[in-house]
């Protein structure tokens, strides 16, 4: 049983749009949510992050998006741009005595087009 | 630092061999991971250890799996004997639980393992 899950395996944008990649979990007791980027032969690497406690989180081009009620999360990209083609991983993680374990969603491949 | 160091990056092997993928984390970190990449379920977490003791293996597949942590430098997983649907990408991550810090986890780049 996926606990989160990503229900768009890709995703092609303009170069200069906004990217939305979506993210639905089940499990109401993940207080932690990530997004992790990852590129050809490399290994997934930290995008940005948000509490359960807040609705959004910023830095710079991305911006990720946190609906509770409707277990929903969503990473934005703007303007998205050529090497932002990667996948993208959503995670969420419940807090635990002594590590954060990290559930993955299967992730959505983007493309951004010049 | 020079990351996560996983080895060999590709393994290429006939069924029924015995596989060890190795991992040094990030010097100072506390917790490793390891993960198995498919394109049927993703990144799956298999087993963790924190300070060097599993703490949760009940990703890890089948009695084929094993991994050891026997010191804070160093961690192998062994897939003995290997089967071709063990094909897939196995990740080693690291992080560091502190009382403040968010324990973001760093990945290595991977081993490639192809089972014939």
């Known amino acids: 049983d996926q606990q989160v899950k990503q229900n768009s395996p890709s995703l092609s944008v303009q170069e200069g749009r906004i990217s939305i990649l979506n993210c639905d979990y089940t499990n109401s007791m993940f207080d932690y949510f990530l997004w992790y980027k990852k590129y050809p032969a490399e290994g997934p690497t930290f995008l940005i992050s948000?509490?359960?406690?807040?609705d959004k989180n910023e830095d710079g081009r991305f911006t990720v998006f946190l609906n509770k009620s409707a277990k929903h999360l969503s990473l934005h990209i703007v303007p998205s741009q050529p090497g932002d083609s990667a996948v993208y991983f959503c995670a969420a993680s419940v807090t635990s005595g002594s590590a954060r374990q990290l559930t993955f969603g299967s992730g959505t491949q983007l493309t951004v087009l010049p | 630092d020079a990351g996560v160091i996983q080895s060999p990056r590709h393994e290429v092997t006939e069924m029924g061999q015995e596989v060890t993928l190795r991992c040094k984390p990030i010097s100072g970190h506390n917790s490793l991971f390891w993960y198995r990449q498919t394109m049927m379920r993703g990144l799956e977490l298999l087993i963790y250890?924190?300070?060097?003791?599993?703490?949760?293996d009940s990703g890890m597949p089948e009695d084929r799996f094993s991994a050891k942590m026997p010191n804070a430098s160093f961690s192998t997983l062994k897939i003995q004997p290997s089967e071709p649907r063990d094909s897939a990408v196995y990740f080693c991550?690291?992080?560091?639980?502190?009382?403040?810090?968010?324990?973001?986890?760093?990945f290595g780049p991977g081993t490639r393992l192809t089972v014939l």
């Open positions: 250890f924190n300070n060097n003791v599993p703490i949760d």
């Open positions: 991550a690291s992080s560091l639980k502190g009382p403040s810090s968010y324990n973001e986890q760093f």
């Open positions: 948000i509490s359960s406690i807040k």
